[in-house]
């Protein structure tokens, strides 16, 4: 049949025709262009047919059109088959489409038919029109699929609608039928469907005024949301068997708020091994009292029927169903559900008549209904009847829901179940709220087996009032009329003597209440009002009495420490100024200028840490202070050390000095004493060995403390070694000093004197951190200010001097120029030339001065001759040396002898 290009691919009947088809088989029957319809029927033309069947046939018509069997323009067309097998016929046409298409009022009965493995892409079995009757009698159906969800048997529309028969206006009737597998869940989501949102029902959905007639038919295993949703409609069931099904809302669904109604009459039927939600087979909720829908189930069987909730076979929660559900001689076996095994109606008086309703009360939870009661569980309370003090909360309210059997009704425990429609909702409300309030949560939600209220917060006048606890919503349950309790609240007289009366929560409204602190005051504080400890005649300071008071600076003393630090900082810069511009005189060159520099940097840095111990601690400034100090100290003292150091080897070594290697191991003697504390501080950051730690004073007042590792102990030592080398040296070279412009001793022993009462001071640890941060402070003043008086102050004191005095004689000429040789000669050397004496040269002035017979320029004989013999003998010591800028031992003793003998 390949190349078909219209309908009436076995038969095209039209005008009154009758026709009759006996023992007929036909296959491949294929037209992919055009409609495949094997039967087509029209004006009044009639069609019989016997023992027919049909193998592979596949259509690709237009909308509505039938694959098998079409009929069209014409009002009574009857069509009777007795025998009948289709098998795999399939519309291809992605249009709504169908197998069997029955026209207005026309007559079509089956008997004895098989329907297998047919279907299509939107395709039904058969569309019925209005005033229209199809009688189907031995129908079977068997893997019927189509991709999009649409009604097994139905009528032309434009939605879509997952049921298997839709009617409207008809008369239909399913008699001696079995229809199984039908709508499979994973079939129906194969394609997605546009109209979802159309209330679903899977067996019967109909519209109008119908006439529908099932009689020993068998339903088996079919999967949806609900069975039978009718319209003014007119149900028979007579001998059904429906099993092994899910429905979630049962297999009969009535429920007047949603539109649906009805007439059901069930007789004779069975139900068994079908699960839902809520009963299994009936699910009936809200029917008007004055309604004209009636269900009538006589005679049937209820057996091995399960539901998730509620009503294993039977859910009835209208409030006047009982006028419109009657079941006689009906037997119940070995249903289930957690609440109501057979039966779950929403009261005891509304449920169902049926009429062995003692025997299934008689079975503990086989009769069950919606919550109708709440009672108290805590009896201190069931006089209903509270007192408390404005600001009191109220007492844990617990209730507990029961229905008409005394049965104990509850909310769902897995929170991974939980839906939200599943949680009640229950809240707490007072009568009078201009003169009571409620404080904090108000609504709460049950769960498991009971219903905790909020412990509200009451604050109000003093008075008797009305608490309402009620339930807002009811989960899984329905409303229910005794759904709240009473209880008298009084709000007692506050008794100011133990408690505190005053406006807290409330700017109109008082709270009495006893002072509560969580946590309680400590260190014997005393608790005056909530959470606010009263700390007087403590030690202890904060919100609970459990801080230290923070030591305070004095003010003054640190601005006068900064504002003299500050001073100095600027007579250092000055005095390095003036050191760079003398830097070529002979007493500022005798004594190094580099090193000079490097002694008036270091104590800049040293002063710079006296500006931080005027402020408050961090880990970071605690570093800085340590290498600040250290780094001042190894500049000053690192300098001072090698100075004195090569002095003691001049005069105490029999051994020519190199200046050059000299001064590149002083440079790194400086350099390596300065390391040392860097690499020092370097190992704690990177090992984290440092902190803040907290002291308290005598009288327990807190401050920060800079702690260092037990390494700084390396520290102190070694500072210590270098200071004790420096004093032995220049104790050792205590006379030569005498002779010579540099006072290195003293500059050592105030450092020494000083650095082991500091490091005595600092170990104490009753001593507060003002006492510390001032001896350190003075401590570090007066050193620097030691070391730039006598080894910068004095120089340039002397220099002015020296220049005064060259104006006043010839002898002070002599005497200078002679000092600057001497200088210039000794410029890489900390010691001066053993020649003429400052008191010898000052002796030799005062006797040229006092000469008031003689001239400037025409001094005493004798004293003539002693200056030029004297002057003679220093330029006869400094030639001696001038070869070398540093002279041996021998020669600087054997001059001297020299000149002390002439």
């Given at each position: 049949m390949e190349g078909m290009k219209g309908g009436g691919l076995i038969m095209n009947i039209e005008k009154y025709v009758s026709a009759k088809v006996e023992l007929y088989h036909a296959e491949n029957l294929i037209n992919h262009y055009s409609s495949?319809?094997?039967?087509?029927?029209?004006?009044?033309?009639?069609?019989?047919?016997?023992?027919?069947?049909?193998?592979?046939?596949?259509?690709?018509?237009?909308?509505?059109?039938?694959?098998?069997?079409?009929?069209?323009?014409?009002?009574?067309?009857?069509?009777?088959?007795?025998?009948?097998?289709?098998?795999?016929?399939?519309?291809?046409?992605?249009?709504?489409?169908?197998?069997?298409?029955?026209?207005?009022?026309?007559?079509?009965?089956?008997?004895?038919?098989?329907?297998?493995?047919?279907?299509g892409y939107q395709t039904s079995l058969i569309y019925q029109?209005?005033?229209?009757?199809?009688?189907?009698?031995?129908?079977?159906?068997?893997?019927?699929?189509?991709i999009l969800?649409?009604?097994?048997?139905?009528?032309?529309?434009?939605?879509?609608?997952?049921?298997l028969f839709r009617m409207r206006n008809t008369r239909f009737h399913l008699i001696n039928s079995e229809i199984k597998n039908i709508r499979a869940c994973d079939e129906c989501k194969k394609e997605p469907n546009p109209y979802d949102n159309v209330q679903k029902g899977v067996i019967l959905l109909v519209e109008g005024?119908?006439?529908?007639?099932?009689?020993?038919?068998?339903?088996?295993?079919?999967?949806?949301?609900?069975?039978?949703?009718?319209?003014?409609?007119?149900?028979?069931?007579?001998?059904?068997?429906?099993?092994?099904?899910?429905?979630?809302?049962?297999?009969?669904?009535?429920?007047?708020?949603?539109?649906?109604?009805?007439?059901?009459?069930?007789?004779?039927?069975?139900?068994?091994?079908?699960?839902?939600?809520?009963?299994?087979?009936?699910?009936?909720?809200?029917?008007?009292?004055?309604?004209?829908?009636?269900?009538?189930?006589?005679?049937?069987?209820?057996?091995?029927?399960?539901?998730?909730?509620?009503?294993?076979?039977?859910?009835?929660?209208?409030?006047?169903n009982n006028y419109h559900f009657t079941m006689t001689n009906n037997k119940f076996i070995n249903n289930h559900a957690l609440q109501g095994s057979s039966l779950y109606g929403y009261s005891r008086e509304s449920l169902p008549v049926v009429s062995n309703l003692r025997e299934l009360e008689s079975v503990k939870g086989n009769v069950a209904t919606n919550p109708t009661s709440m009672r108290l569980v805590n009896n201190t309370y069931n006089n209903h009847k509270i007192s408390l003090l404005s600001g009191d909360t109220l007492p844990d309210i617990i209730c507990e829901l029961y229905d008409d059997y005394n049965?104990?009704?509850?909310?769902?425990?897995?929170?991974?179940?939980?839906?939200?429609?599943?949680?009640?909702?229950?809240?707490?409300?007072?009568?009078?709220?201009?003169?009571?309030?409620?404080?904090?949560?108000?609504?709460?939600?049950?769960?498991?087996?009971?219903?905790?209220?909020?412990?509200?917060?009451?604050?109000?006048?003093?008075?008797?009032?009305?608490?309402?606890?009620?339930?807002e919503t009811y989960g899984p349950y329905l409303k229910f009329k005794k759904n709240y309790i009473d209880i008298q609240l009084e709000i007692q007289e506050c008794d100011t003597v133990d408690h505190i009366y005053q406006s807290v929560e409330s700017p109109i409204l008082k709270s009495c209440y006893k002072p509560k602190c969580v946590p309680a005051c400590n260190n014997s504080g005393k608790c005056i009002n909530n959470n606010v400890c009263n700390c007087n005649n403590t030690k202890f300071t904060g919100k609970y009495c459990n801080e230290h008071e923070q030591l305070k600076r004095n003010e003054i003393i640190d601005m006068l420490i900064d504002l003299v630090t500050s001073l100095l900082i600027f007579s250092t810069f000055l005095i390095i100024i003036i050191t760079i511009f003398l830097r070529d005189h002979p007493n500022i060159k005798g004594g190094g200028t580099d090193f000079l520099i490097i002694i008036l940097v270091g104590s800049i840095i040293s002063l710079t840490y006296v500006l931080y111990l005027t402020i408050e601690r961090t880990v970071l400034r605690c570093y800085q202070m340590y290498l600040l100090n250290n780094t001042g100290f190894s500049l000053v003292f690192g300098s001072i050390y090698v100075k004195s150091y090569r002095i003691y080897k001049i005069y105490f070594r029999h051994r020519t000095l190199r200046i050059r290697n000299n001064k590149y191991y002083m440079y790194m003697t400086i350099i390596l004493i300065t390391l040392y504390h860097w690499i020092l501080a370097l190992l704690w950051i990177v090992f984290d060995t440092f902190s803040l730690e907290s002291h308290l004073t005598t009288?327990?007042?807190?401050?920060?403390?800079?702690?260092?590792?037990?390494?700084?102990?390396?520290?102190?030592?070694?500072n210590f070694v270098v200071l004790m080398a420096g004093f032995i040296i220049s104790y050792n070279i205590r006379h030569v000093e005498k002779k010579y412009k540099e006072n290195l001793g003293i500059p050592v022993?105030?450092?020494?004197?000083?650095?082991?009462?500091?490091?005595?001071?600092?170990?104490?640890?009753?001593?507060?951190?003002?006492?510390?941060?001032?001896?350190?402070?003075?401590?570090?003043?007066?050193?620097?200010?030691?070391?730039?008086?006598?080894?910068?102050?004095?120089?340039?004191?002397?220099?002015?001097?020296?220049?005064?005095?060259?104006?006043?004689?010839?002898?002070?000429?002599?005497?200078?120029?002679?000092?600057?040789?001497?200088n210039y000669n000794n410029s890489s050397s900390p010691i001066d030339s053993p020649g003429l004496s400052r008191r010898r040269?000052?002796?030799?002035?005062?006797?040229?001065?006092?000469?008031?017979?003689?001239?400037?320029?025409?001094?005493?004989?004798?004293?003539?001759?002693?200056?030029?013999?004297?002057?003679?003998?220093?330029?006869?010591?400094?030639?001696?040396?001038?070869?070398?800028?540093?002279?041996s031992k021998n020669q600087l003793i054997n001059t001297r002898n020299n000149s002390i003998n002439s």
């Open positions: 495949g319809s094997a039967f087509i029927l029209s004006n009044y033309a009639s069609l019989t047919i016997r023992n027919l069947e049909i193998y592979n046939m596949v259509g690709n018509g237009p909308e509505n059109d039938g694959l098998f069997y079409h009929s069209h323009d014409s009002s009574f067309i009857t069509l009777n088959v007795n025998g009948l097998r289709l098998n795999n016929l399939r519309q291809e046409s992605k249009r709504d489409s169908t197998i069997i298409f029955i026209d207005y009022k026309n007559i079509a009965t089956f008997e004895n038919v098989e329907v297998i493995n047919c279907g029109q209005g005033d229209s009757l199809v009688r189907l009698t031995n129908f079977q159906v068997d893997g019927y699929k189509s969800p649409k009604e097994l048997i139905g009528y032309v529309s434009d939605d879509i609608n997952d049921v005024y119908n006439t529908i007639l099932f009689n020993n038919t068998t339903f088996d295993n079919l999967y949806g949301d609900i069975g039978v949703i009718m319209v003014y409609t007119k149900l028979d069931v007579y001998n059904n068997t429906i099993k092994n099904s899910y429905l979630k809302d049962g297999f009969f669904f009535m429920d007047e708020l949603r539109s649906t109604s009805g007439l059901y009459t069930i007789e004779d039927s069975t139900f068994e091994n079908n699960t839902s939600d809520c009963g299994s087979i009936f699910h009936l909720e809200y029917l008007e009292r004055y309604t004209g829908s009636t269900i009538i189930c006589n005679n049937s069987l209820f057996r091995n029927n399960t539901a998730k909730r509620f009503g294993g076979a039977v859910y009835s929660v209208g409030e006047f049965n104990l009704r509850t909310f769902e425990t897995d929170i991974n179940n939980a839906k939200y429609d599943d949680f009640a909702l229950i809240s707490v409300e007072i009568n009078d709220t201009y003169n009571t309030k409620l404080l904090g949560q108000v609504q709460n939600y049950c769960w498991s087996d009971n219903c905790i209220f909020p412990a509200a917060k009451v604050i109000g006048n003093p008075g008797v009032y009305s608490l309402k606890f009620f339930f009288d327990y007042k807190e401050f920060q403390k800079c702690h260092y590792p037990p390494t700084k102990n390396l520290s102190t030592i070694f022993y105030t450092y020494t004197i000083f650095m082991i009462i500091i490091e005595f001071i600092n170990t104490q640890n009753d001593i507060n951190i003002k006492v510390l941060d001032l001896f350190n402070a003075l401590g570090t003043i007066i050193n620097t200010s030691v070391i730039l008086y006598y080894l910068f102050i004095k120089k340039f004191y002397d220099i002015y001097f020296s220049r005064l005095n060259n104006q006043g004689s010839r002898v002070i000429v002599f005497n200078s120029s002679l000092q600057k040789n001497q040269i000052n002796n030799i002035e005062k006797q040229s001065c006092n000469s008031s017979n003689s001239s400037v320029n025409s001094p005493p004989l004798g004293l003539l001759r002693i200056k030029l013999h004297d002057i003679n003998r220093s330029n006869e010591y400094i030639s001696s040396t001038s070869s070398s800028p540093y002279a």
